[in-house]
């Protein structure tokens, strides 16, 4: 079978939910059983056929190719916007409290969660008077200039508390890397 995109996978199952189709009926139109659709809903590739996958597609009015070529061009960077999360790096500029995100190549069509705290990522300015997609590996907007993460705690001692962060973020990281 020709291994695809898992994107594809993803697109199948948001059309068959958005067309009000359950796993077991269209398991028997096609003629497989509902564990197969969904495992391969889950991104198991070796699911199904490349013969009912291709039947699914056409059930759903999914052009497989279309979806390989779109998931080529919507990655996007997330980032978390936790200000407490180990993916934030902490530093203090001029008195002001600042993170550099750990920015990550995910699509943006889908929701996807930081690997540390579990946070829905971001690909957006949080300003929501600019929403301007996230283009570089800075810690702020290119478009408005506001910081991608913001901290809206009280902390009175920032130097101290973002010393504080960094140690345990390195004490995180030394844990994940044993």
């Not at 077991?24 to 139109?29: D, V």
């Not at 190719?65 to 070529?69: A, G, K, P, R």
């Not at 001029?94 to 990550?104: E, I, N, Q, R, S």
């Not at 283009?135 to 907007?141: A, D, L, T, V, Y």
């Given at each position: 079978?020709k291994?695809?995109n898992?994107?594809?996978y993803?697109?199948?199952?948001?059309?068959?939910k958005s067309e009000?189709i359950?796993q077991?009926?269209?398991?028997?139109?096609i003629?497989?059983k509902?564990?197969?659709?969904?495992m391969?809903e889950a991104?198991?590739?070796?699911?199904?056929s490349e013969?009912?996958?291709?039947?699914?597609?056409?059930?759903?009015?999914?052009?497989l190719?279309?979806?390989?070529?779109k998931?080529?061009?919507?990655?996007?960077?997330?980032?978390?916007p936790?200000?407490?999360c180990p993916s934030?790096i902490?530093y203090?500029?001029?008195?002001?409290?600042?993170?550099?995100?750990?920015?990550?190549?995910?699509m943006a069509?889908t929701s996807?969660?930081?690997?540390?705290?579990?946070?829905?990522l971001q690909?957006?300015?949080?300003?929501?008077?600019?929403?301007?997609?996230v283009?570089?590996?800075?810690?702020?907007?290119n478009?408005?200039?506001?910081?991608?993460?913001?901290?809206h705690?009280?902390?009175v001692?920032k130097v101290?508390w973002?010393?504080?962060?960094?140690?345990?973020?390195e004490?995180?990281r030394?844990?994940?890397?044993?």
């Open positions: 079978m291994r695809r898992p994107t594809i993803k697109a199948l199952k948001r059309r068959r009000g359950t077991l009926a269209l398991a028997k139109e003629g497989c509902q564990s197969a659709i969904s391969m991104g198991n590739l070796d699911a199904l013969d009912k996958l291709q039947k699914i597609a056409e059930k759903l009015g999914v052009e190719d279309s979806v390989t070529q998931s080529k061009i919507s990655l996007v960077n997330k980032y978390c936790n200000h407490d934030n902490p203090v500029v001029a008195g002001d409290l600042c993170f550099m995100p750990k920015f990550v190549n995910e069509e996807s969660r930081c690997e540390f705290c579990g946070e829905i690909h957006e300015c949080s300003n929501e008077e600019c929403n301007a997609i283009s570089g590996k800075s810690s702020c907007c478009v408005c200039g506001d910081p991608y993460v913001e901290c705690a009280d902390i001692d101290t973002a010393d504080g962060q960094r140690e345990r973020i004490q995180i030394v844990l994940i890397d044993s």
